[in-house]
């Protein structure tokens, strides 16, 4: 006979095996009311952007912080109430709260951070410092 597929199951069963190395804050935990949202980084030019999904949090529930060079976003999502009248099947969406953080380069403009959300995904703009022109220096050499 097959089992039936449960990815979640899987996961709780890797975090329970790997709670013995690691600190149980640095695992998710798929039955707790934590959840960790997903986010792209990507590195530009002259800007880093970091998107997160958040669907159904709303923007007056998002923190964002730096300290330290370190970004923190931290945010709650509502549960839903689930009528048992409702028969569900698969639940999946997460609600609770969150946080994520990042370690941000030397060369992050801490000071002019912007963030946006727009149909459930935050943006951060994180705007490098500008370089320094390497000027050449020229060394007299003695005899």
């Known amino acids: 006979m097959i089992g039936q597929y449960k990815p979640l199951s899987l996961i709780n069963d890797l975090q329970r095996e790997l709670s013995n190395f690691f600190p ?10 934590e959840w960790s949202p997903a986010v792209d980084i990507t590195d530009e ?10 669907p159904g949090v709303k923007s007056e529930d998002i923190k964002v912080t730096v300290e330290n060079d370190v970004l923190t976003i931290k945010g709650e999502r509502e549960s839903e109430k689930r009528e048992q009248s409702n028969n569900y099947k698969r639940i999946e969406r997460f609600s609770g709260s969150f946080m994520r953080r990042f370690t941000l380069p ?18 951060l703009t994180v705007p ?3 370089k320094a022109q ?3 220096l020229e060394i007299k050499v003695e005899k």
């Open 106 to 123: 030397e060369a992050a403009n801490l000071e002019k951070i912007k963030a946006k959300t727009t149909d459930g995904v935050l943006e």
């Open 134 to 136: 390497a000027k050449p």
């Open 45 to 54: 030019e002259d800007k880093f952007v970091i998107k997160a999904d958040l």
């Open 128 to 130: 490098k410092k500008a």
């Open 24 to 33: 149980s804050s640095a695992i998710a935990n798929f039955d707790s009311e």
